[in-house]
């Protein structure tokens, strides 16, 4: 998560487009792989991957875009006067963008799988053609628990993913070999949150992850009420997006606020 200038705005974009995407790509594919297919891959195995993903996409646009890959990302350097304004429209839709083509496309590998279950598995007749689609692509929350557990979950969660993300970045103060080290430590942080909370609470942390697989759905004609609301609560749709947006800008402020000034204030 590094600013750079030296690259032109569609080569970022691309870098962008790519590395977001490719965190789909991984992630969406072990969690398939899991639910549809008898390769035996458990939690933790998907965690691993989802976790390997970020590493990778990292590796791959952080020399070119500095490797935001998170809107809310985008979001809170460009608040904090680290990001060119013009930037952050097409890095946001860069981000959106990857994740809905890389979603298309993990989603056509697997077509037949999924025809091929839900034939098997149907669970809801007016819906059986799309519920397992739906609930491998979109965030789902437990019915035992209610709308502002999840909120104020996905906003601390978020706001510790951040805090964390930035002391992995500030190169000069933690660790030699940074462009080496940092992205494997932050595949690890991913994993350690996904274990943590995300097996009981389908955690996000990033709104690509949300928006761009409920548009690809919208877009194969899965209704929109489906996407965007849970069966108990209209405004659960707004936890993966507006719950991250929150949180991770917390998380920065948090971080620019108490960490680095005491740090400073203790040379």
């Known amino acids: 998560m590094k600013i750079y200038d030296k690259n032109n705005i569609v080569q970022q974009c691309i870098a962008e487009f790519l590395g977001t995407g490719l965190i789909m790509f991984f992630g969406f594919g072990a969690t398939i792989s899991s639910c549809l297919t008898n390769s035996n891959l458990n939690y933790w195995d998907v965690s691993c991957i989802w976790g390997i993903g970020v590493s990778l996409s990292i590796y791959l646009s952080s020399s070119i875009s500095g490797a935001h890959l998170n809107p809310a990302i985008t ?17 946001i839709f ?11 496309l993990i989603y056509y590998f697997y077509y ?14 007016i819906l059986k053609k799309n519920i397992n689609i739906i609930s491998v692509f979109i965030p789902s929350f437990h019915k035992n628990t209610f709308f502002l557990y999840n909120f104020s979950l996905e906003i601390i969660t978020s706001s ?18 940074y462009e080496l080290i940092s992205p494997l430590l932050i595949g690890i942080l991913i994993l350690a949150i996904n274990i943590s909370v995300g097996f009981s609470h ?10 761009g697989p409920k548009l690809f759905l919208i877009f194969i004609g899965i209704s929109n009420l489906v996407c965007l ?3 108990n609560n209209i405004l659960f749709f707004l936890i993966p997006t507006i719950g991250s ?17 005491n740090k400073k204030s203790n040379i």
């Open 75 to 91: 979001l809170f350097l460009w608040l904090s006067s680290k990001f060119n304004k013009k930037k952050v429209l097409p890095y």
């Open 112 to 125: 037949k799988m999924f025809i091929s279950f839900n034939n098997i598995h149907p669970i809801i007749p």
């Open 229 to 231: 609301k849970d069966i």
């Open 160 to 177: 510790i993913f951040m805090i964390f993300l930035m002391t992995l970045n500030n190169k000069k103060k933690y660790f030699l070999y």
């Open 245 to 261: 947006i929150i949180g991770i800008n917390l998380g920065g402020w948090l971080y620019n606020t108490f960490i680095i000034e």
């Open 202 to 211: 389908n955690i996000t942390l990033n709104p690509a992850r949300d928006i």
């Open 94 to 104: 860069s981000q959106i963008s990857g994740s809905f083509f890389f979603t298309m």
